[in-house]
């Protein structure tokens, strides 16, 4: 009789693993995130799924916290105080991040936030970032999380080059995996509705090409339910953003702001499995308090 129970506990322990998808998020910097954390809040709460990150730079850069400055006591806008503060204050707002998003583990990779550009061959080539030791954690974490699928922002042109090199680097440690089966990684983008998604590919690195033949995925964290529709995830989106107080400029723009959130499936993924992204949106839009 005990070997029965043991038996049915497995049986059970195994489907909702099966039926709970693992996702890792590999970011740049933290506030990253906050491009598609209704979906993160989703998969992990509601459809009781798991979410790590990877966040691959110390966050030192990230000195535009005017009204921050107030909160806690320092000169944020200064470089010098930033550099200096801004690596353990960020992280402990990634973590109060992680707290409403559900995120399980974090995996900080610690690359020099240096400065605001658009050039993403110095990281790639190693010249600005330790680039062999992204890629070894990268495929570390990979090997041993056994996820169902990575997300990663789209690295369009005109994307901070850490933000590129964050995503370029996802897309090559998925490419390199060798496990039984790829994880299927996907570029999220907060999208406005009506607004058409022009990105195809970032010339110069045919791997990040996007399927023209998948779907755009996306999840509606504007619509309303409840008492007098006074409700929406757009709340949860609110949330995540507030715990970046350092970033009170940036976060202060993105407020209440922001309709979709979207994700491109990238041609490396196949297309035999595009079916596999279209269950998982469909499980993320008809969960918790559905549109239905």
Known sequence: MKNIYLLIFFIITFTVRAQSPRVLIVTAHPDDETTFPVTIFKITHELKGSADLALLTDASGGYNGLVASSYYGMNLVDSVIGRKHLPLIRKKEILAAGEVLGIGNFFFL???????NRNEKPYLEGKNWNIKYVESRLDEILAKGNYDFVFCLVPGEGQHAHHKTASISTIR????????????????????????????????????????????????????????????????????????????????????????????????????????????????????????
Do not use: C
């Not at 998925?174 to 089966?181: H, L």
């Not at 006074?230 to 202060?252: F, L, R, T």
């Open 110 to 116: 610690d690359q020099l936030d240096d400065y605001y």
């Open 173 to 292: 440690a998925v490419q390199r995996y060798k496990g039984d089966k790829k994880p299927i990684v996907l570029g999220g983008q907060t999208q406005n509705k009506g607004a058409i998604s022009k990105f195809t590919r970032l010339d110069g690195y045919p791997e990040t090409a996007i399927s023209l033949t998948a779907p755009i995925f996306e999840f509606d964290r504007t619509y309303g339910f409840g008492e007098d529709k006074k409700h929406s995830y757009m709340i949860v989106a609110d949330w995540v953003k507030a715990a970046h107080k350092s970033q009170s400029g940036d976060m202060n723009q993105a407020m209440h702001r922001g309709d979709l959130e979207t994700f491109l499936y990238f041609e490396i993924n196949g297309a035999a499995r595009i079916d596999e992204v279209k269950q998982l949106f469909e499980k993320i839009n008809n969960a918790g308090f559905s549109k239905k």
